[in-house]
C-alpha cells in the first residue's frame, strides 16, 4: 500500500461545522495514515519528516461530495430539456436505463461516467444505478478502480415503469437486491452498498416491506427522491392514501431517516409538517439546483432547511442536471436562492458564497462520516487546483480565488491533483 | 486580401426568422464574398470551383451574438457575487473601471479579453468600455484584431459615481465622445462606436441634451441599461420625476429606439406601458439570465416580449454574468424562464430549446443587420464544433447534438473554428 501520510503546501480553504470559511495562504495540510491532521502556517516539527508536496500558489481544498446522481443517466446529459420530470422519466430516463440490461453497453457507458468522475474535483457520491444486478456491481467496481468513495444503489422499482425496466414483483426485487448485497460484499471498500427504492410511486406496499426487512438486516443507508414536483407529489398522495405526507410514507417502512441514515434528493415541495419530521429523524437533503430548474421542478427552500438544522449537501442529479461538476452546483444554487428570496420568500436570505462552498464540501460530506473538511481526523479528501490563470491581472485575496475558480468551473480544466482518503487518485 | 468564398461541409443548424431550427446533415454551406449563398444537401454545380472544407461529422452553426458585455469588468468576473446591483457598482465595478485611465493596465486586460472572446463562440458584441477615451480606442483595435465584429461604446456618465471615473461635466463628457468618434472614424472596419449613456441615474439632464446632438450628427446606435432593479427603478423614478416611467427618460431625449436602433440590457422591471413603447419604437432587449441571477435583479419576462414581437438577444453581461459563453446564456435563458413560469406567471410558457437558440443567434445577430442565420445573404459568421466527443455511446439525432452541445457549453473545448464576414479567425 501507498504512503499515506505526508504533507501539502499551498493556498488551503476549508470549511468548518459553523459553515464558516477558512483560508490559509501558504499554509501546510498534513495527511496521516489517510486522515488530515490539520492546517498548519508552519509545518510543526512532528511532520517534519513526512514527504512534502510542494504546491505553492496553486488552490487546495476539500473534495466536493455529490448527495446524488444517476450513474445510468450520463450517457443522456444535456438532452430532452424541454420536458417535465414525468414525461421525461418516460422518454428519457427509462428508455436509457433499460439498455444497462445489456453489460456489454453498461461497461462502455459506465467507464465515461467513471472516467469523467475521477477528472472532476468530486469525491464522495451517493449514486444510483438502474435495477441490472450486473451492471450495479460492475458500475461499483469501475468507481472504485476511478478512486471515488460513497455508495452505489441497485435500484428497486416494481410498479409505474415501463415492461423492460419494471422489476416482476416484490419479491423478485428483494431476492436480487440480496444476490446483489451478498455479490458486493467483500469486493468493493470505497464504495458501499445503500438501498434505493427509486422513489414511492415505482414501489408497491409489499416490496416496500421487504426492504425494510433487508435494511435491518443488512444494516444500510437509504437514498430516494422526494417532493420533487407538484405532479408528482399530488399522485404519491392518490397512491399513499395512508401516508400523511409524502415523507412519512417513507417513514412507515424505516425510510426516514429515524432507522438509517438516509438522504432525499430535491425536497423543492416540503410542507411544514414533512420538515418537522425531516428535522426530527436527521433526513439529510440533497439540493439539486440544476435538475429542479432543468424540470420546471421550482427552488428547493434551503434557506429554511438551514435554519431548522436539517442537514444539506448539494446533488448535480445528473441527467436532471447537466452536469456533474458540484462546482456548477454551488453557483446554481446561490442563483436560485436569490430567485427564491426575490420571488417566493423575501425572509429567506439568499445563499452566500460561503454557504454554498460549506453545501458542497463538509454539508453533503458528512453523510459519508467525517468528511468534507480539513479539520483534524476527518478523511484526507482534497483537490489542486492551478488557478493562476484565471488570474492573470490583479492580485486577489485567497477567498476571493477560491470564488471565481468555482463560478468558473476550475475543475474542468485546472485540476492537477485529487486525494480520496489520503490516496491520490489524480 | 484573402479568398473569402468557399465551401464548409459538415452537419449544419440554424434558425430561421419564424425562430425554427433547421438542421442539414452532411450538407454545403456556401460563402460567397463574406456572405452567405445558402445550405444545400447536395452542392450546386455553380459553387464547385470554390474551396471545399471538410468539416463532415461536426457542427456547424452560426456564430453568437452577446448584446451586452462590458468590456472591463472582464477582469473581475466572478467575484462579488454576494451583493446586488448597487453595491456590487460601488464596491467592484466602478473600482475596476477606474483603472482603465492607465494605458498599460487597460493593454493588459483588454488583451486577455479579446484572446478569451476570439477563442468562443461569440462573432458579435455590443460591448460597453469605460469613460477613458485611449482606452476605449484600444479595445475596438483588439477586438477587430481578435477578428469580432460589433459595437464598443464609451461610456457617458457625469454624475452618480466615484470622482475617479465620473466626468467633470456635461460639456466635457460631450467633447470627449466627439474627440473619440473623430478618433475612430477611419480606424476600426469591423467594431463601430455606439453611444453608450450608462444608465439614466449616470447622466444629467444636461448630458443627455448634448449626447442627443451627437447621436443626431454620427448616426449612432444605443445601449443602456433599462429596468434592471427595483432599487434601481425606484431611484430613476426619483430623478427622473418628468418621466413616466424609465424607458420615457430614455424616450425623452431620442434613446429609445424611435430615433436610432437601440439595445436596453435587463429589462426585467418593465411595466406594460413601457413594453407598449418598445414594441412601438422598435427596442432590441438584450436578455442577460446569468446577471440578473446573480444580482438578485430577478427573470425578465422574455416570452411576454415574444408575444409582442419585441425583439430579444442574449447578453453575458460579464461581469454581472461569470461567463462570456453565450452557450451558457441560451442554457440559463432556458432555465430561468422555466422559474418564472413556475413562480411568476404560470401563463408565460418557458422558452424551448430552440427559441432559446435563436435568440443566440438571429435574435441578437438582428441589431448587427443581416446577422445570425445562414439564409442567403447574411454575414457569414460561423463557428465549427467538433463535438463527436461529447458523445462516444449513442447516436444522436442532430437538434440532440446540439442541444447537448450548447448545455455542456462545448465552445469553451471543442471549438475547431470561426469565421466572421466570412474571414476565419480562428
Request: with cysteine.
Amino acid at each position: 500500500m501507498e504512503n499515506r501520510s505526508f504533507v501539502l503546501r499551498g493556498d488551503i480553504c476549508w470549511s468548518d461545522r459553523q459553515k464558516k470559511l477558512h483560508c490559509a495562504q501558504d499554509a501546510y495540510l498534513v495527511c496521516e495514515n489517510g486522515r488530515c491532521a490539520g492546517v498548519f502556517d508552519a509545518l510543526p516539527q512532528g511532520y517534519a519528516a513526512l514527504p512534502l508536496i510542494d504546491h505553492r500558489g496553486k488552490l487546495v481544498i476539500p473534495g466536493m461530495a455529490d448527495l446524488h446522481i444517476h450513474a445510468p443517466q450520463y450517457a443522456f446529459r444535456g438532452l430532452g430539456m424541454d420536458l417535465e420530470l414525468l414525461d421525461w422519466l418516460q422518454q428519457y430516463a427509462f428508455p436509457e436505463e433499460a439498455k444497462y440490461n445489456d453489460l456489454e453497453y453498461a461497461k462502455a457507458a459506465y467507464r465515461v461516467f467513471a472516467d469523467n468522475l475521477r477528472r472532476s474535483a468530486t469525491t464522495r457520491i451517493s449514486a444510483f444505478a438502474t435495477v441490472h444486478l450486473d451492471a450495479t456491481v460492475l458500475l461499483m467496481e469501475l468507481l472504485e478502480e476511478a478512486g471515488i468513495a460513497g455508495y452505489v444503489g441497485k435500484v428497486n422499482m416494481d410498479r409505474e415503469a415501463p415492461d423492460e425496466l419494471r422489476e416482476p414483483d416484490a419479491a423478485h426485487s428483494a431476492a436480487l437486491t440480496v444476490e446483489w448485497l451478498q455479490a458486493v460484499k467483500d469486493k468493493c471498500t470505497s464504495i458501499r452498498p445503500i438501498l434505493t427504492p427509486r422513489f414511492l410511486p415505482s414501489c408497491s406496499d409489499a416490496l416496500l416491506e421487504k426492504l425494510q426487512e433487508i435494511r435491518k438486516g443488512w444494516a444500510l443507508p437509504v437514498q430516494s427522491h422526494l417532493s420533487e414536483n407538484p405532479g408528482e407529489v399530488a399522485w404519491v398522495a392518490e397512491l399513499f392514501p395512508k401516508a400523511a405526507f409524502y415523507g412519512d410514507g417513507y417513514d412507515r417502512y424505516g425510510f426516514f431517516g429515524k432507522d438509517a441514515k438516509t438522504v432525499m434528493a430535491h425536497c423543492v415541495y416540503c410542507t411544514e409538517e414533512e420538515m418537522q419530521r425531516m428535522q426530527d429523524n436527521g433526513v439529510f437533503v440533497a439540493h439539486c439546483p440544476a435538475s429542479n430548474m432543468n424540470l420546471s421542478s421550482g427552488i428547493a427552500p434551503i434557506r429554511r432547511f438551514l435554519e431548522r438544522g436539517i442537514r444539506v449537501g448539494l446533488g448535480s442529479d445528473v441527467a436532471g442536471g447537466e452536469s456533474e461538476s458540484i462546482f456548477r452546483a454551488i453557483s446554481d444554487a446561490i442563483q436560485v436562492s436569490k430567485l427564491y428570496w426575490r420571488y417566493v420568500d423575501s425572509a429567506a436570505a439568499p445563499l452566500s458564497f460561503e454557504e454554498a462552498f460549506y453545501l458542497a464540501t463538509l454539508g453533503g460530506g458528512e453523510f459519508f462520516g467525517d468528511v468534507g473538511s480539513f479539520l483534524p481526523g476527518y478523511a484526507f479528501d482534497a483537490v489542486v487546483l492551478e488557478d493562476a490563470p484565471l488570474n492573470p491581472l490583479n492580485t486577489l485575496s485567497l477567498p476571493q480565488r477560491l470564488e471565481r475558480a468555482v463560478y468558473l468551473e476550475a475543475d474542468g480544466k485546472y485540476l492537477r491533483e485529487k486525494y480520496v482518503d489520503g490516496k491520490r487518485v489524480v
